[in-house]
């Protein structure tokens, strides 16, 4: 787990939607923003929740937003801003057939919907700002899209900031509900393995505090994640935020890894820290002070989702980012539809960069890499991975001319400094080829 963590690329795709048939009320300037976002595996993985503040008359705390032009596999969801006449992904509006499809609305006055999870299709949604204690509501997705509340856990303060649910290994339920910017975790346990069992209750077996850990390793956690390492089944917990702690700017967005002991008392261990990248060098795309939330792919890997606070994208959209291992996808082997060319800005495989996925190939001008993003003559290392029969022909000349290089295809995962190959700083065109 700690190794697929470091493993997010710290700059990611960008993403939108639109709002549908709903008056999202998260424009600025309100205090009314976007809270949490989690992807479902119902309907091919291309069903996102996404949590809010909302104060107005008739409100709602959460949209359900259905990415229908987006992949069925549960993998990555690539970009879908991509525009042969656009040069910069900030610039384009997504397609209209990803948009905003359902609404969880306002109950009992709980106005207030904060950083949540999802264990498979059970959303674990916390709530406050009502009439009286913070509370977890309970969805289940696989019923329904557009599902009531199956349970309540209530908290014992009125603050419940974040929910983190996970399934462990006895097949019992772990809930935590976070109170006053997760500085203070409640901890729940399922007394059944069907949690919507009649006879299921929700335990409050313990309580975490901040001062647990040194100073400067915690910090006000927007969203908090459960994720089980399949090896040894070692549980974690991934938080996000705005600020770095000890580690970086209070500007910056951070995610935050920690490793949970459940032997008696709950304990958390700092293990890692990541600073990603809301932009790829243009306007800022996401905000870890908002959405965000962990989805694992087919192949294991971690996908993080983040969003902006309010509506403001191209069109009046919601800006969304997506932040996925820096080996794309490992199904590339075999899959010409799975194939991509992974550029970097800087010979150390950090910075921006540009992908070149085989399946979006015609949806961006890769003649001319000044209108892919700004890329011209930046690409200073590069990753990918191509089956036999087929590669990539990188040019130092717009519109497929002067010096090349090739990236062959032979089923395996590739990398190179292309200053090594004399090629750093040069490639203004890409396309790919049959031998």
Known sequence: MPLRFQELRDHGEVLGFHPGPFNLNVAYPSSNHWEGIQRLSTLSGRLLVLSKRDDTPGGNVGHLVHMATRNGEGRRLRSNRLAFSIKQPEDTAPPGGDAAVAA??????????????????????????????????????????TPGPFAYVQGDT??????????????????????????????????????????????????????????????????????????????????????????????DDYA??????????????????????????????????????????????????????????????????????????????????????????DSNFSDRGVIFDSEDQGLKNWARFDDVDGFNDKASAVRWCIPPGSRVRLYSDSNYKGSFKDLVGDGTLHEVNLNNWGFGDKVSAARWLNW
């Open 256 to 345: 935050h890894l920690y490793r949970v002991h459940l032997d008696g008392h709950m304990r958390l261990e700092h293990v890692a820290s990541k600073h990603m990248y809301c932009s790829n060098d243009g306007s800022r795309q996401c905000n870890l002070d908002a959405a965000a939330g962990l989805f694992v792919g087919p192949d294991r890997s971690l996908i993080l989702y983040a969003t902006e606070h309010a509506d403001d994208g191209p069109g009046s959209t919601v800006k969304m980012v997506e932040f996925r291992s820096i080996w794309a996808d490992t199904f590339c082997r075999a899959d010409l539809q799975r194939a991509y060319v992974d550029f970097y800005d």
């Open 158 to 251: 009125a603050t419940a900031g974040t929910a983190s649910l996970t399934k462990l290994s006895d097949g019992h339920f772990l809930l935590l509900l976070g109170q006053v910017d997760a500085n203070k975790l409640e901890v729940f346990r399922s007394t059944q393995t069907d949690i919507r069992s009649a006879a299921n209750q929700w335990q409050r077996v313990d309580t975490w505090q901040k001062s647990e850990l040194p100073d400067g390793q915690w910090g006000a956690f927007q969203n908090l994640n459960f994720v089980t390492d399949c090896n040894d089944s070692q549980l974690y917990l991934v938080g996000t935020r705005l600020g770095g702690l000890r580690w970086g700017a209070v500007s």
């Open 104 to 145: 969880l609305p306002v109950l009992e006055g709980y106005r207030h919907g904060g950083g949540m999870q999802a264990a498979g299709n059970i959303l674990a949604l916390p709530m406050e700002e009502g009439p009286g204690l913070g509370r977890i509501a309970l969805y289940d997705y696989n019923q329904s899209l």
